[in-house]
Each structure stands twice: as C-alpha cells, then as structure tokens.
C-alpha cells in the first residue's frame, strides 16, 4: 500500500519536473548569452572594460530591485502565473533589443538587459521552490543538480548558437578596427535571434499559463502582513548567511562564465564568444558528480567545503599563471590552443556547480511558511552577478596584471564560501 502511494507520488511529480526542467533550460539559455553578448558589444561599440561590465551588472541589478516584489506577486497571482509573467517580461526585454541594434545606443541595450533581468528574477523566485518542496529535502541537492544540468547546458549551447549565428560572419574582425559598414552590419546582426528568441519565450508563456503544473500552497493565508514575514525570515542566519554566500557565488560563477570572452578577447582569441560554453561544460560535469555523489557518498554541507577550496586553488593558479603556457590545453583538451589561464578559468565551472544546489536547500531547511520569502531572499544574492563583472573590471584597470588581475576578485568570494559551508549554514540563531 505505501509503495503504491510512493509510485503515485512519483507519477504525480513527474509532469510538473518535466516542465520545470523546461524552464530551467529558458533560464539558463538567456542568462548565458551574457558570455558572448558582453564582448560582442565591447568590440562593436568599443566599450572600455567599466563600460562592458555594465552590460551584466544591468542584467543582474534587476534583482536587488525585484526579488523581493517578485514574492509578492507570487502571493498574489500564485507560482505558475507568475512563472508566465516571468516568461512575457523576458520577451519584452528581447524585443527591446531590436531598437537598441538598429540605433546602436548603448542605453538602450542596458535597458532591455534590466528587462530581460526583472523577467528572469520573477521566473527565478517562482521555479526555485518547487525543485525544492517536489521532494524528500535531503535529496534537494540532487533535484536541483539535474536542473543545474539542464541550465548550464543551456548555457552550452547558448554561445554555440550565439556564434554560429551571429559571430560566424566576422571572426576576421578580432584585433582590427572595425569600419562604420562592420559596425553596423555586426549591430544588425543581432536583431533575428533575439526576435526569434522573444517570440518562443512569449510562447511558451502561453503554454505554461495553461499547463497542467499544480500549484503550491499558498503561504500568504492567515499569516499577516509581508513586513512581519519579513522581519520573522530575518532571525534565521542560516537563511540571511545563506544570501550572501549565494551573493559571492554568482559573483564568482557569472567571472567565470561572462568575463571569460572578454578575457579571451584581450588575448586575440578570434571565437571568444565561444568561451563561455567551456566554462559551462564544466559546471555541468560538475552537476553530474554532485548528482552521483549527493547524500549518498558525501552531504550537501562536506560538498559545498570541497566546492570553495578547488576555487581558491584554481584562482591563485589563474591569477599567478602564464597567458603564454599552452599546457594544460596540450594535454587536457587534445592540443586546442588556449592559453592554460583560460583554461583554469572554465575549470572554475566545475567548482561553482555544487554551490547553490547546495546553499539553497541549507538556507532554507526549517523556513516552513516563510518558504516564498526564503526564496526571496536568496534569489537576492543573484544580484552577486552585477557586482562581480564590476569589481573584476575595475580591479583590472587598477593593478598592474590588467584583466588578469581582476579575478583577484575571486579569493574573498570562495573565503565566504567556505565559512558558510564550515560554520554558517548550521548557525539557527544569531550570537553576539
């Protein structure tokens, strides 16, 4: 009898994983597109390192500003609207960048990016928890792990694309200055695929407004205003030490998968907007171990440990290391030229892709009702992703080393880390 039950259960998840999975994969295809948007546009409109930054903090801003009304919306209209609301937002944002192409007005293409951001952070508050509440806690770890997969596999083929179809015309413009003809042929270039990109978002939109995905137990019923929600969430430093490890994460993850291009530009790497697909091949390795080992060989917390010590060790090798050795290239990845600090770079991946399937379930063991307000809170720290690309191009142009020296940056992200996953994720109340 309870098997049957058990089997039911599994049977009655299955449809709802399936479209989640789904939405994971939209969510991962328009975050990294940033990767080989960010040094398409500073070589077109040739941006200064600041500048280029701007195009991912603009996108990852939009957070800090709508996490929190996003949980709100969700109270209001409940998850599987505001998943589609989500999703037409994002379309928005993509037909924005038609105007931005064609006028080759820097604002405006932060505009569609603040857009596109506000959309992903609605869908991003909404899909989160139900990866997380689907199934036994433990094992959330796994469950998001294989979206993880499905995301960073997004963020694979996102570049391929990107490449194929946009960058494919002009690789013979890296390292030259580009005429008014160039420029405007390579600005006009972007114009279908974020059309085309728009109108799937808007419908598929459509499709999950209408599809058979149930909906959570609203959490907003009898249990007073969102201000004492909110000053409730904030007595649990788990949670609030769990946003800012998940802050220092993004900011690590999006240095690792956006600057990586621009990094690679600097270098006269003539497919730089592929290089973002390196980074996310490897966190989706990544994803892969977590889920083989996750509870079963190793837990959530000891994975998390692990996770920040290969990305303080990769990062004292990217930073110390020489953009002339082809080694590791050599002999890792069947002689592709790439210089071994680009290299240690993607590997960053690989470390970075346990984190928030860890951190998440952490942060949020114990929240109960105040789930949508956790949820929130850590989609919050995604605002980690605005900061991270800033301080990386502003300690680029202040220290000696150049780009290379902006993942300096790095080390006080994985530091945090790690003491979340020593000490901070098992604190339950706050000690002076």
């Known amino acids: 009898m309870e098997m049957s039950i058990a089997k039911e259960k599994q049977q009655s998840n299955a449809v709802p994983m399936i479209i989640v999975a789904g939405l994971f994969f939209i969510l991962g295809f328009a975050t990294w597109l940033n990767g080989s948007l960010m040094p398409y546009l500073k070589q077109i409109l040739q941006l200064t390192p600041f500048e280029a930054s701007l195009i991912i903090f603009s996108f990852y801003i939009a957070v800090t500003f709508t996490a929190l009304p996003s949980a709100i919306v969700i109270r209001k209209v409940g998850y599987k609207n505001s998943m589609a609301l989500g999703m037409g937002t994002m379309m928005v944002a993509g037909l924005l960048f038609i105007p931005a192409a064609k006028t080759q007005i820097f604002p405006l293409f932060l505009l569609a990016q603040l857009v596109m951001g506000t959309g992903q952070t609605l869908l991003q508050t909404a899909v989160n928890p139900y990866v997380v509440r689907i199934g036994p806690e433990e094992s959330a770890a796994a469950r998001i792990s294989v979206m993880g997969i499905l995301n960073k596999g997004a963020g694979v083929v996102a570049p391929v694309v990107f490449t194929a179809l946009i960058l494919s015309n002009f690789t013979d413009t890296v390292g030259t200055e580009l005429t008014p003809i160039q420029i405007d042929a390579m600005a006009n270039s972007l114009i279908l695929p974020y059309l085309g990109m728009a109108i799937f978002i808007g419908l598929l939109a459509f499709a999950v407004k209408k599809s058979p995905l149930p909906e959570l137990a609203s959490e907003a019923d009898g249990e007073g205003d969102n201000t004492g929600h909110l000053k409730e969430t904030l007595a649990h430093p788990n949670l609030i030490l769990g946003v800012v490890a998940l802050f220092f994460y993004v900011a690590a993850e999006v240095i690792a998968g956006d600057t990586i291009g621009t990094f690679a530009l600097s270098?006269?790497?003539?497919?730089?907007?592929?290089?973002?697909?390196?980074?996310?091949?490897?966190?989706?390795?990544?994803?892969?171990?977590?889920?083989?080992?996750?509870?079963?060989?190793?837990?959530q917390q000891k994975a998390l440990m692990v996770s920040a010590v290969i990305g303080l060790l990769l990062t004292a090798g990217i930073v110390f290391g020489d953009n002339n050795s082809f080694a590791i290239a050599d002999t890792l990845l069947g002689g592709l030229k790439l210089p071994d600090t680009l290299v240690l770079i993607a590997f960053l991946g690989f470390a970075n892709a346990i984190v928030w399937p860890a951190v998440f379930p952490l942060a949020l063991s114990g929240m109960g009702k105040l789930t949508s307000i956790g949820s929130a809170l850590l989609v919050m720290g995604i605002s980690g992703g605005a900061f991270g690309p800033l301080f990386w191009s502003i300690t680029s142009t202040s220290t000696q080393m150049g780009e290379q020296g902006g993942y300096l940056v790095l080390f006080p992200c994985y530091l945090f880390i790690l003491f979340y996953a020593v000490k901070g994720c098992k604190m339950r109340a706050w000690r002076l």
Do not use: D, H, K
Not at 267 to 273: I, P, Q
Not at 289 to 296: E, N, S
């Open 267 to 299: 270098l006269g790497v003539e497919n730089y907007t592929m290089m973002t697909s390196y980074t996310m091949v490897c966190m989706v390795a990544g994803y892969i171990l977590g889920i083989a080992l996750i509870p079963r060989i190793i837990s």
